[in-house]
């Protein structure tokens, strides 16, 4: 699986993989479906802008993107952290 939001909840995702292994679709599910928001807000513009941002929100700073891309928005840092913050990250 290659997987942006695993920087983030490497743990979540790791466990809704081995959830199907053991005939638990559900649960595959119910942690699918909690991380929707934050998959949405990870490419709400170009990666990795929005990823380097919620790693510094979270205290594990990745430095700015490579130009021509640039850092968040304010905007879009607020949609970053509300997400982060609904998953209990921050």
């Not at 479906?33 to 990870?42: A, H």
């Not at 993107?65 to 990250?89: K, S």
Request: avoid cysteine; charged fraction near 20%.
């Amino acid at each position: 699986m290659v997987s942006v939001a695993s920087h983030l909840v490497g743990d979540r995702m790791a466990e809704m993989i081995r959830l199907p292994k053991t005939g638990d679709l559900s649960g595959a599910l119910k942690i699918h479906s909690s991380l929707l928001t934050l998959y949405r807000t990870l490419f709400i513009t170009s990666n990795p802008i929005p990823l380097k941002a919620a790693l510094e929100i979270v205290g594990r700073p990745a430095g700015p993107p490579r130009l021509p891309l640039v850092p968040a928005t304010p905007d879009e840092r607020t949609q970053i952290e509300r997400a982060l913050r609904d998953l209990g990250l921050v």
